[in-house]
């Protein structure tokens, strides 16, 4: 079974402060990686996937950028936060396109920008 | 584009039964998920439904229903620990599109 390991768990960034997230993933190969945020009291929204090393599709324009430098591992990343970038970031898995049972998620990283 | 909509927040009571609904609009379908978040947590899988009928996993089941564009999740026997909120998510297009979840609080 997968395993997604993500950190930190807590960050309190100031505003114009770069961030990097970072998320790996164990017990699969070539799996489908996602990160989502979830604002308060709000739903899970999709900023970034990855189908392969390399590649990534972005879901919502905004001043946060993505990476996947090796297979396993996908990084989400801001030159400059914003208030509005506060959050609960998720980094999900799932083995692949068309697999039929859910994702696995991180235990997520609290963002809170001052 | 994919459109999902719940019901914010219900009310039950322990040992009770509770239908959650979810409606979803979508150009692209390849399964329904409902998961469970905690506060402060990830969310959990809890099932899984890709043709329509409906799927028992112990308290909770899952029905689903494509040319409605409807499911619901019923939870049985209700447990203070299932006070939560439950995600209704639809996978289509390489991705999974969540609704904002509806917040159930279980009391005595």
């Known amino acids: 079974s997968q395993t997604i390991h993500q950190w930190p768990a807590t960050l309190v960034q100031p505003v114009g402060s770069p961030l990097s997230l970072e998320c790996t993933v164990e017990?699969?190969?070539?799996?489908?990686l996602y990160w989502y945020r979830q604002a308060a009291g709000r739903g899970l929204q999709l900023l970034f996937y990855s189908v392969g090393i390399g590649q990534i599709s972005s879901e919502v324009p905004q001043n946060l950028s993505a990476s996947r430098p090796q297979d396993r591992q996908f990084i989400l990343s801001s030159k400059k936060l914003l208030l509005s970038d506060s959050g609960f970031y998720l980094c999900?898995?799932?083995?692949?396109?068309?697999?039929?049972?859910?994702?696995?998620f991180g235990s997520g990283t609290r963002l809170t920008v001052v | 584009g994919q459109n999902i909509d719940q019901p914010t927040e219900m009310t039950a009571t322990e040992g009770a039964i509770v239908q959650i609904n979810c409606t979803y609009q979508t150009s692209g379908f390849n399964g329904l998920f409902w998961y469970q978040q905690h506060a402060g947590e990830a969310p959990t899988f809890l099932s899984y439904?890709?043709?329509?009928g409906l799927e028992e996993k112990g308290r909770f089941s899952s029905f689903l229903s494509r040319s409605k564009g409807y499911s619901y999740l019923l939870l049985k026997e209700l447990q203070m620990k299932d006070s939560a909120s439950y995600l209704c998510?639809?996978?289509?297009?390489?991705?999974?599109?969540f609704g904002k979840g509806n917040q159930v609080v279980v009391i005595p």
């Open positions: 998510a639809v996978f289509g297009n390489n991705r999974l599109a």
């Open positions: 439904n890709v043709l329509d």
């Open positions: 017990g699969t190969s070539n799996p489908n």
């Open positions: 999900a898995s799932s083995p692949g396109a068309g697999e039929n049972y859910g994702y696995t």
